[in-house]
């Protein structure tokens, strides 16, 4: 890797060495790019042959990858300022990407990272926004800078901006950045003057109004016409805004890089869309019109319901990455109350065992998003027996045992699968789970590493206080801190109300770790917010202590946004203006946003999944 940073940077490491530190436990954070000496908790870096998974290979990766590229974004070369931070994370968040393409480019990660962009997206169409180059004025200040706007959305416009301008002129900039100011500091407009002297077409606007205003800009799709004698679709488009409130679908402007194509045709049109007016786009060919092509642009796009219908017709055709969009701007703009949830219900019946394992992945996610919201309705059964009936027609395809030259993110499937299955009370799934799991200390080969976490997990799931307490004393067995973090929190997991409580009481003895704590209380919290918040509320001084600086602001805000009830939304309003300061305001009301906004999802898109069960039994 040190190799290839050489080579892209044009810039060799200056030290004689590269320490990589490892320490127990784990805390709010993974690594610190310490200048030479980079330090890691022991889950961030160190596999067991025995324990750890596909998807664990592949995160430790791009840790390594991200933690190195700071040597020169970061350590050669840092940010001025604090607002700046982007500088530091955005890029190493991108470069850990871009460096997995170099050396394992069938991972194919920028799919994955997905992921990441929805979460970023998630947080920026909110009222609680942020640019990416920031004020920031204090310590508290800086500690918050640290989200997934500055690392997640700071990787995506990098990425649509490289993309934009090209992979070469791109890379002559940054190397350019480097010679210019190695060891020394910089600010967000020295890179773009870099840039602005590489680039074949001018890239400052579009830089600066993704980088110094906030909010997510929303292409909408008005109508798609093919021109047959010029062998051509004409593409009517108009920029807005996506908001997941009122506040942050006030209007705003961007210059907007979109890109276009026919799917199934290698050309594709690019054009900036800028300001609230409508902008043509000629493309080439006649069919079907995909809007943000390999999906590098950070925006959504919302089609009119005859080109939408087109696309649904012609999903199978359509790249991962293609369908990975259409899916993930269904599914949001759905939530959003931009479209129906049936839309993307019925996108993903598309869907087939042989589609690329990170898109099922993102309908196995949003089956469980939507389960979520169904917590204590009447109607959640039934929904289950859907979501049920889907994911284990998959895991059969998958199977519980890995293939010859199977792909990796094949098993990083089977592991989701087996463990979404277990959280929605799939029996069996469970009782293979268990079997599997009771098998193992006489016949290995039952829990290969691939998928022994997950049957852990899925155990964990199911728990009740026999399984919990076999849980808890392999943990205390264990002298291995990866394999003990494993156990407890796979216990974390459990569905089981008074199971959950006891994990809640255990994490806050001398038996657990100090840094393993926090974790516990939030894994807790992903099933149970409105149990694990009650708990962290009455024991707050004792879970204060185990809490790093960077946790302490956050912390409770984070355990009640996994809420969806108004109920929990005014507990934390009471509990913050008690004891949480000024610097924690912007926690609290992005957490109490999400809760709000989780309410109403519930009673505007869960009638509408219904509505598409009862039609589509």
């Known amino acids: 890797m040190l190799g290839f940073y050489n080579e892209y940077f044009g810039t060799p490491y200056p030290l004689p060495k590269l320490d990589s530190v490892t320490f127990p436990g784990a805390g709010s954070f993974g690594a610190m790019e310490n200048w030479g000496a980079i330090f890691y908790f022991e889950p961030y870096l160190l596999l067991d042959p025995a324990l750890s998974t596909a998807q664990d290979r592949q ?30 994370e955005g890029f ?42 920031r004020k920031v004025k204090t310590l508290e200040e800086a500690e918050l800078a640290f989200d997934d706007i500055t690392y997640e959305k700071g990787s995506q416009v990098i990425r649509m901006i490289e993309s934009y301008v090209g992979e070469e002129p791109f890379r002559a900039a940054i190397r350019q950045h480097m010679r210019s100011h190695a060891y ?5 407009r020295d890179l773009w003057q870099e840039l602005e002297a590489t680039s074949p077409q001018p890239v400052t606007a579009i830089a600066r109004d993704f980088t110094e205003q906030g909010g997510v800009p929303l292409i909408d799709v008005l109508s798609t016409q093919c021109i047959p004698e010029k062998n051509e679709t004409r593409v009517l488009l108009r920029q807005g805004r996506f908001g997941l409130d009122e506040a942050s679908k006030l209007p705003r402007s961007w210059h907007v890089p979109v890109t276009a194509g026919v799917l199934g045709s290698d050309r594709v049109t690019h054009q900036i869309v800028h300001g609230g007016g409508t902008a043509t786009l000629n493309v080439v060919g006649c069919g079907p019109v995909k809007v943000n092509m390999g999906e590098s642009g950070y925006f959504r796009t919302r089609y009119d319901a005859h080109s939408f219908a087109q696309l649904e017709q012609s999903f199978a055709g359509a790249s991962a990455a293609d369908q990975l969009g259409l899916l993930n701007d269904s599914f949001n703009l759905s939530e959003a ?5 049936q839309s993307y219900l019925q996108l993903a019946t598309h869907l087939t065992p042989s589609s690329d394992p990170v898109v099922l992945l ?10 979520h919201l169904y917590s204590g309705l009447s109607s959640q059964e039934r929904y289950r027996v859907f979501a049920r009936s889907k ?78 307490e076999e849980l808890k004393a392999r943990a205390f067995r264990s002298e291995d801190t990866t394999e003990k973090r494993v156990y ?57 202590q185990r809490l790093d600086s960077f946790a302490r602001i956050d912390f409770v805000p984070r355990i009640a946004a996994n809420g969806v009830d108004r109920v929990l939304a005014q507990k934390l309003a009471t509990f913050a203006a008690k ?10 009301e992005r957490s109490r946003s999400l809760i709000v906004f989780g309410d109403e999802v519930r009673h505007r898109s869960l009638p509408q999944v219904d509505a598409w069960l009862g039609a589509n039994k």
Not at 124 to 133: E, K, W
């Open 59 to 88: 995160e430790i990766f791009t840790i390594v990858a991200h933690e190195v590229s700071h040597q020169w974004f970061g350590d050669l070369v840092t940010m001025r300022r604090w607002d700046d931070l982007w500088l530091n």
């Open 92 to 133: 190493a968040s991108w470069m850990e990407t871009k460096a997995s393409y170099v050396f394992h480019p069938d991972w194919n990660r920028w799919l994955h990272a997905a992921e990441s962009r929805e979460s970023a997206m998630r947080l920026d169409a909110r009222a609680s926004t942020h640019p990416i180059v």
């Open 184 to 188: 020394g500091n910089a600010i967000t």
């Open 337 to 341: 109350g931009y479209l129906s949830m």
């Open 362 to 371: 993102q309908f196995v996610r949003s089956v469980l998003a939507l389960d």
């Open 391 to 468: 994911l284990s027609g998959l895991l059969r395809e998958v199977g519980w045992t890995a293939h010859d030259g199977e792909h990796a993110n094949v098993s990083i499937l089977r592991a989701e699968l087996i463990q979404a299955l277990a959280r929605l009370a799939d029996g069996p799934t469970l009782t293979e789970a268990r079997r599997r799991f009771a098998g193992a200390a006489t016949d290995p080969a039952l829990t290969p590493a691939d998928i022994r976490k997950a049957v852990v997990n899925a155990v964990g799931s199911g728990a009740d206080t026999a399984m919990f």
């Open 488 to 544: 407890l929190l796979a216990a974390a997991r459990a569905t089981d109300s008074d199971t959950a409580r006891r994990v809640l009481e255990l994490a806050l003895t001398d038996a657990v770790p100090e840094q393993l704590s926090p974790n516990l209380i939030l894994a807790v919290a992903e099933e149970h917010p409105g149990l694990a918040f009650d708990f962290v509320v009455q024991h707050f001084d004792a879970v204060a």
């Open 579 to 588: 004891s949480i300061g000024a610097a924690g305001r912007e926690t609290v």
